[in-house]
């Protein structure tokens, strides 16, 4: 959880030399103390424009991981939770977000993980 209440994955901008991956692995130890193992081919990517007329890239990466305790190692993260998919899916306000986590979690079925 974020200063302002609300929850999301784990965010951030990618340091000189970084790949997308090596940013992801990065963000997500620093704000909830996990190390995933990322699945192979179930990235997405969406791109949107901002308020300022800017366009963003965002990149989701999958990743498994077991029995790790989540603590977030960034002070600005006020808590980390697991969540369902139908409470993680109430939560979250962008459709395009949306839409990735139902298509990851029917990927996942089919692939038995």
Do not use: W
Request: net charge negative; proline share 5%.
């Amino acid at each position: 959880m974020e200063a302002n209440g609300s929850y999301g994955f784990p965010k951030g901008h990618k340091k000189s030399g970084e790949t997308d991956l090596d940013c992801a692995l990065r963000e997500i130890k620093e704000e909830t103390g996990l190390t995933p193992t990322i699945l192979p081919d179930m990235k997405r990517t969406i791109h949107y424009s901002m308020p300022n007329g800017n366009f963003k890239e965002v990149t989701y990466f999958v990743g498994k991981y077991d029995d790790q305790e989540l603590i977030p190692e960034d002070s600005n993260i006020l808590a980390a939770k697991k969540f369902t998919l139908d409470a993680a899916l109430s939560l979250i306000k962008y459709p395009q977000v949306k839409d990735i986590l139902v298509e990851i979690d029917y990927m996942l079925d089919i692939k038995g993980e």
